[in-house]
């Protein structure tokens, strides 16, 4: 049987799981404006918490997730990577081939989704933590049913909370040391200049302050203008100026090795937990 396209103008999306993941999700659909909040669902069993934070924004919420998958057309699986499959069984009697299924559960590959959910048309996506605040670094991963459509689809979605970039199921080992990982490196990042700032003199808030705004800038500087970082780099480095002293500290310190070892390593221990 054909599978059926899903219309990107009126179609509902359900999530199994009400975590910050969704939550994040959600509100950056309804406030994009891609989905009014009553074509969105979830479930909540006991914790009248969450509830209350879905219901806040319009969010439609059942008490089973029996009840989300047969409302959409989108079922999104936002819970952690040890309950994944137990959410999935729970409902697999309800999925059919006319939903599109999507899994942003870390380390969980697709043939694994595919097999406990006993269809093809999965997605496997993995964000990162700043879909909170609408900036997240998204990778998609099509199954073997999923139709460019439903790719599309999915992509529109998550790119209301940041941008979405797809690839092999392969290289997301690589991504999560990267940019599911990632996240975390810039924190300390932040948290480490702030700390100059201070040692050179500056009140804490005022560091900290002038350190995350620097980050941003300098982020959103690769971003909009399209240059590689070396050479914006090398705009801000006059000769024997104030910044190449600083970035000749950084190199005595191993500074990119450090942040590739990071990423590789990281990328390696997401390889040793999908095969254990």
Known sequence: METLPISAESFKVGFIGAGKMAESIARGVVASGMLPPN?????VHSNLNRRQVFESFGVNVFSSSEEVVRESDVVIFSVKPQVVKKAITEVRSKLSKDKVLVSVAA????KDLQEWSGQDRFIRVMPNTPAAV???ASVMSLGTAATEEDGALVAKLFGSVGKMFKADEKMFDAVTGLSGSGPAYIFLAI???????VAAGLPRELALGLASQTVLGAATMVSKTGKHPGVLK???TSPGGTTIAGVHELEKGSFRATLMNAVVAAA????ELSQS
């Open 268 to 271: 390696d221990r997401s390889r």
């Open 107 to 110: 380390g969980i590959k697709l």
């Open 134 to 136: 609408g900036e997240a």
């Open 39 to 43: 074509c969105i669902s979830t479930a």
């Open 234 to 236: 090398d705009d801000v």
């Open 191 to 197: 948290e480490a200049l702030a700390d100059g700032g």
